[in-house]
């Protein structure tokens, strides 16, 4: 049974990557994605302080409820801005794998399949590896010479 007979289904084309385009935009991508992990923290955190601030009180007063709507604000600010480091991403073709770890997948192809460069802000050489698509998330192969001479 067809959904919609006569519309045809978009296609979603990736931008990939070479391992030379990724390695000299590497400060502008640390750039982000420690912004991205500081707003991600801090938006975290505020919206901790405010489920604190909702169970701590039987009978909130107005010192109460100014706590309440500074963390909400806080909260509502760092979420825009981590939205927007996302965005930023996302138009690049890179998937923010883990934000409080502060890892992005960077694509490119691999054996005619899409594969990924594990970055991490928390690495020495910051980028860590790849994976194909199809790999568990946690997989991380070596980066091989023949990675570094695609152009």
Known sequence: MKRNPGKKQKKQFVQVWSYNQTVK???YLL?????????YLVM????YRSMKIDRSTKRPDRSVFIAKQDAQMECDVTSSKYA???????????????PENAIIGIPFIEEDQ????????FEKDYLVGWRFQSDPQDTRRT?????????
């Open 84 to 98: 927007q480091d996302v965005a930023e991403f996302e138009s690049m073709g890179i998937f923010v794998v883990s």
């Open 44 to 47: 975290r955190f505020a919206k």
């Open 25 to 27: 935009a590497l400060p």
């Open 31 to 39: 750039e982000v994605l420690r912004s991205l992990r500081e707003n």
């Open 114 to 121: 899409l594969a990924w460069f594990i970055l991490s802000l």
């Open 143 to 151: 980066i091989l010479p023949k990675h570094k001479e695609q152009t």
